[in-house]
DNA sequence: TTGTATGCGTTATCAA
DNA sequence: TTGATAACGCATACAA
């Protein structure tokens, strides 16, 4: 702590240029070289990041902006991001906005302020205004999971539509035709996109529409519960259900388990992401996986080569394959009345 | 973007001193009060937060290190931290070192080469040289559900003994005697701890300890499924379970639903944290309520008065005081044949 | 109360 | 290839 660059050009006998220049990895004389390299280790030296983002204009440092902490989806793709950016030796501002718009507002500020490099946004068009002022700055943004009509940004999704699509045609496949999705909040980019793909495989395979299949549940699992509680109740209750994320599947499951209703005798399941309670859980669950390492690691990528200032591909649309992990969640619709 | 307090200075017609001083606080003249104060909105001046680290060596950024950023009990009191620092204008940076002790090392390096101007910790003896190296460099530490022996630190914990002594004793006032517990890591601090309260509630009331009876799920949730299917298997089950944390009560139940056991009736339950799912499962759990807003806001507020140089009562040793929330998951011991 | 000048730890420019 | 020196944006000691 405290040993700067004059110190070391003094112990080795150069001046302050050569150490930064040693340091940056420009070439000198191979005996000056030596003599940095052996002060460096004997004061034990550290360049300051600080100073040196004050010269280059460069903090070092991303932004990373998400709805909560605790949505172990984002969480999850925050962790190999961090991973992919770190190995640069950049670092992470984790912010959460608790879905609150004005807080989301206050933390683009604040990033701003602290002069991040590039930032990603898990939000989208709640925070337009934001995300052009922070691209009139040149910070360059990567959104995940999202979209902002009207801007151009490099976003990385999953492909929604197609996952969503097969998913409902798996059930489908085996027999359903009374199939019933759990949404996540009515309007989101996301879960228009998953209604999308479950709409166009009912279509493709000429099973009509019934809007009492079609449940929001927020994306929490107190949504996810009641939908299931009030899916049961419909008239014709569906043989199976489509369910676009993990804490709706949670909230599911545990209505069903409580109805003491069986998968998939009596209800047939498919359901968003991976998570840990997934391997646990019997019988084991059929399931989109989204490759969250992949997602976090291409925003990562992006965002470090918009950094560098390759603005090749501009704005990239990224669109990620998901796999779909098979359990034993499905049946042909067999016994329909509970 | 880029207005300095050269360009308010000039804007102002005073000099960059007198700009500095308003924006510190410092009294000035009215009339000049007015004029930089006008001339700042004029121009959107934002003062530059890394050049002023420079001069104070404040970086106004603290370090949090969890260990995985999936944790939600983890996410839960980083939460509450963050608002507790943001409002005196100091942001955070997040690390998670996923259980891997040399990235721990590697992660509070970092944070020190970021000139961090406080460390809050979620992990405790495993890196005691680190935590020493940042006490000697003048950087507050503060441990959050752990301990650090040998090393003098402040530390946020819950009164975990006393915790798992009322959790134990609730089971007991119902009539139990078959008590196993689920506990988390062998030789963890928390897990240390909560065993204690265990052990002290069932030697205060003359109930010999069955050591089959006392399990270690690794805070997993599939740890707490094994454990609960092997307690079910010994030659005398317990009639109720008291399962320290989230994970492990997940992964329980699974278990218990899978059995077709019913809770309270074959089995009470009495577990730690609460989350989401709590609110849905029925019958409703009984469980002891970490006060996760608390703790988070006390590990922000004791680093924010060391970093201002307060030292007093050092090293503070906090302990908080949970909640038990009553549910409907403890019964007498009934039915024990499964 | 204010202005000026210096330094925080780096990098970049310019001569040498 | 190197050294000296001027920035980067801000805070502060000192003088006025």
Avoid: W
Wanted: aromatic share 6%.
């Amino acid at each position: 702590m405290g040993t700067t660059m004059k110190d070391v050009a003094r112990h080795a006998g150069v001046s302050v240029g050569t150490v930064s220049r040693y340091i940056n990895g420009y070439r000198l004389k191979e005996i000056n070289m030596k003599k940095v390299k052996m002060a460096i280790e004997e004061l034990g030296f550290k360049e300051n990041i600080i100073a040196k983002g004050l010269k280059n204009k460069r903090s070092m440092t991303i932004g990373v902006v998400i709805a909560s902490l605790t949505d172990i989806f984002s969480t999850t793709i925050v962790t190999s991001l961090e991973k992919t950016i770190e190995k640069e030796n950049y670092s992470m501002m984790l912010c959460d906005y608790n879905c609150n718009l004005d807080r989301l507002h206050r933390k683009i500020m604040f990033l701003q302020d602290r002069m991040v490099d590039g930032v990603v946004l898990f939000a989208g068009n709640e925070n337009k205004e934001d995300v052009r002022r922070l691209m009139n700055n040149e910070i360059p943004v990567v959104v995940i999971d999202s979209n902002i009509e009207g801007i151009e940004t490099d976003r990385v999704n999953v492909d929604n539509v197609g996952a969503s699509f097969r998913a409902t045609e798996k059930l489908i496949h085996s027999g359903h035709e009374r199939i019933a999705v759990i949404n996540g909040t009515k309007g989101d980019f996301i879960a228009e996109e998953r209604l999308q793909g479950y709409i166009s495989a009912l279509n493709t395979y000429d099973i009509t529409i019934n809007d009492e299949y079609i449940r929001y549940g927020n994306y929490s699992s107190i949504g996810g519960y009641n939908c299931l509680m009030e899916l049961l109740e419909c008239k014709s209750p569906p043989t199976s259900v489509f369910i676009t994320n993990y804490y709706m599947t949670i909230g599911a499951i545990t209505a069903i388990n409580e109805l003491d209703i069986k998968i998939p005798r009596h209800l047939s399941l498919i359901c968003f992401d991976r998570f840990e309670i997934m391997d646990v859980i019997k019988p084991s669950l059929t399931f989109i996986e989204q490759p969250t390492d992949r997602i976090g690691e291409m925003a990562g990528r992006i965002l470090l080569k918009r950094i560098k200032g390759d603005m090749s591909q501009f704005p990239m649309d990224m669109r990620i394959n998901t796999r779909m992990v098979m359990g034993k969640s499905i049946a042909p619709p067999g016994v329909t009345d509970h």
